[in-house]
């Protein structure tokens, strides 16, 4: 089992930056492949990117490459997605989800979901 818990979203200014976290539970949080996923309003949810249980691969929607980036500390069961330049279409809740070892790029292939943290990006 494991929980998940986000953190860091808010207000900011297109073209500003955030840092969003996701903490988790578990002896095993090493184990899995961690995505962020994205929801706006009236939009289906997302994928945004993926990094691989051992932070040695990551993967990142054309739309964020180059701006977003993601990391994890195994250590300290975290995994974090930066976000430059945001946009105001950027504006969503942002999901972390965990994925039992591999790789994934669709909502039901994850196994646990956290509940969310709102990025409201103004113009």
């Known amino acids: 089992q494991v929980q998940l818990l986000e953190s860091g979203g808010g207000f900011v200014q297109a073209g500003g930056s955030l840092r969003l976290s996701c903490a988790a539970s578990?002896?095993?949080?090493?184990?899995?492949?961690m995505g962020w996923f994205r929801q706006a309003p009236g939009k289906e949810r997302e994928i945004v990117a993926v990094i691989r249980w051992s932070g040695g691969s990551t993967y990142y929607a054309d739309s964020v490459k180059g701006r977003f980036t993601i990391s994890r500390d195994n250590a300290k069961n975290t995994v974090h997605l930066q976000m430059n330049s945001l946009k105001p279409e950027e504006t969503a809740v942002y999901y972390c989800a965990a994925k039992w070892g591999g790789w994934g790029y669709e909502e039901y292939e994850y196994d646990y979901w956290g509940q969310g943290t709102q990025v409201t990006v103004s113009s």
């Open positions: 578990g002896r095993t949080f090493s184990r899995y492949a």
